[in-house]
């Protein structure tokens, strides 16, 4: 999980001058590209729901996407303290205080807001998506590194 708020997450996106400024140009190309690249198998790990709006994932199978807030809101960014990158959902709390992107990943309880279970407090099991995403896409960063250092540029 990423850990931050949503305007701590931007403030140390690679494209901000403060991040700039804190490391060179060829660890942050081959960070920006690891982050971007992860990101991306992260998000499209999240499939949208059938046409039945109760339509969920099994327990050990992603998260299917409902609102879409955790397909939008997830990040990548710099980690000064660590030196490396930071990928994930950004710190979504609900009205309770509980962290809904945390209890998919790894499981947990959290209170029912409606329906007839209503303020019951049930547990999820979890849903991973943020762990596999990185091993499906950890392959690829060795090339990410070589090109970076290579001075290669992508396009879209």
Request: net charge positive; proline share 6%.
């Amino acid at each position: 999980m990423l850990g931050m708020r949503i305007n701590e997450a931007k403030s140390m996106f690679f494209d901000r001058r403060a991040v700039k400024g804190m490391m060179d140009k060829i660890s942050r190309r081959a960070l920006s590209r690891i982050g971007s690249y992860v990101r991306t198998v992260m998000r499209n790990r999240l499939k949208k729901r059938g046409s039945n709006y109760w339509d969920s994932s099994q327990p050990g199978e992603p998260p299917k996407r409902h609102s879409g807030h955790l397909h939008d809101w997830t990040f990548f960014a710099y980690d000064n303290v660590a030196q490396n990158v930071v990928i994930g959902p950004a710190d979504l709390r609900d009205r309770r205080g509980d962290n809904v992107p945390e209890i998919l990943d790894r499981g947990g309880y959290t209170t029912i807001t409606a329906g007839r279970n209503r303020g019951q407090k049930k547990y999820v099991a979890p849903r991973p998506f943020a762990g596999p995403s990185l091993d499906d896409a950890e392959p690829k960063f060795a090339d990410f590194w070589q090109d970076a250092y290579a001075g290669k540029t992508y396009t879209r």
